[in-house]
Each structure stands twice: as structure tokens, then as C-alpha cells.
């Protein structure tokens, strides 16, 4: 099968090993491809690739990027989008180009085309080299909620209420997270070359054991990964808790 595990002992060794990963990407091919996420678990993996980068470790500037997801609706200049996070956390700090940076349009007026648009383009950018991705505790990847279709290219979905919940905590209050996102689909990720998959702490421990034992079903988005050739999953010791 093509999935590789790698347990870490703590939180800082997992982000370490992922940086390096997508640095070694990186130098190997250049020009390379990246597809990225957000949320909690990769800050510590892009404060990483920052000091890799201000230590002449790694060169972004051939580099092309396309996020998973973004908030629907939300302003690129409201601190909760995933436009904002991603200069907050990486862009900001390294040498990418503005016209390399891939990120759904939270504002798109037309939602079809941004959707049909953004897959287009990753198409006939060569296609994604090495997709970073978290996991819900729910399963999802990118914003792909349980019950997925695993045909979907990027489109609108409407953010499960676990999500919402989960989320939260990065809001002043609940009302505030948006109710639906623009999400990468099933068929989009399955698509990249080579997945990263990452998890850490107690909370993602029972969905990581589900998505690479249980069922490959609609209702665990990320079982789908066990049927993709070449995916790295890198946990620390609590998300590793029962595998
Ligand atoms: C978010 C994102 C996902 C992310 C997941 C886990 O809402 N859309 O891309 O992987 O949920 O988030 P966290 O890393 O904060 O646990």
C-alpha cells in the first residue's frame, strides 16, 4: 500500500519532518507545485520552512501554490481568512511571488467558474507535486465533510456543525464562522503527485486509526487516502495513540 506513517515524538519533531519534506520537494524540483493547508496543525510546520528559508536552506522563488480552502463568504483582509493566515504564517516571511499564490476567492461572485477556474489551473500548472494536509476530527480534509462525493473537483460546501464547533476557537464567538467554504474536492487531492498528510495531539487519535484501518466510506473522508500511491502521514505520539 502506498502509505508511509511516521510518528514524531512531540509536536516540534513532527512540524521539523514536514518542513523537510516540503523543502526537500522544493530543492529537488524547483519549480515545483505545492498544494497547502491551514488550521492549527501546520503553523509549526511553516515557522520551520520561515527559518529554513532565512537560513538559505530553501528558495521559494520558482515555487507555484494552491491552498485547499478558504472560508465562503470572507473578505481576504478579515484575520480569520486563510488568505490572512497564509501571509501571516509563510508568505510573508519568504520569497514567493504574489502571482505564484493560489488561493480560492472567499469573495467570488461566480463561484462556478473561481471552482472550475481554480482546478483548471492546477491542471495546467502540471498538477500539485506534494499536497500538504490536516485532518477534522470528523475525518475531513480540506472542507470535504463526511458523506462526501469522491468524484467532486473544487466547489462549495456547507461546513458541518462539528467543524463550525471546532473552529470556533478561532473566532470571538461562534455566530462569526462562516457556514460555508470553497473546497478543493476529493477528486482535486487525489489528484497530487505525493500527500503529507499531518496530526497531532489526543483529539485526532481515533480518526487517524479510522482513515487508515477502518472502511474506505464517504462518512471518513480521509479513508480515500489509502487508496492513493504515495502519501506520507506524520503524527505525533497522542494522534499515533492507537495505531
Ligand atoms: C480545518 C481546515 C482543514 C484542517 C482541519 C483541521 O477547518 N479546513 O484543512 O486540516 O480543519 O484543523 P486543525 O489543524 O486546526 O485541527
Redesign the pocket.
Known sequence: RGMRIIVSNTYEEMSKKAATLVASQVNLKPNSILGL??????VGMYRELVKMYQEDEVDFSGVKTFN??EYYPIDKTNDQS?YYYMKDNLFNHVNIDEENINIPNGKAEDIETECYEYDKNIYNSGGIDLQV?????NG????NEPDVTFESGTHKVTLDDE?IK??SRFFDSIEEVPKE?I?MGMKTIMQSKKIVLLANGEA?AKIIEKMLFGEISPNVPASILQLHPHVIVILDKEAAKYI
Open positions: 493547508a491551514t488550521g492549527g496543525t501546520p485547499l480552502d486563510y494536509l490536516g485532518i477534522g476530527t475531513h480534509i480540506g472542507f467543524t471546532a473552529n467554504a473546497s485526532k
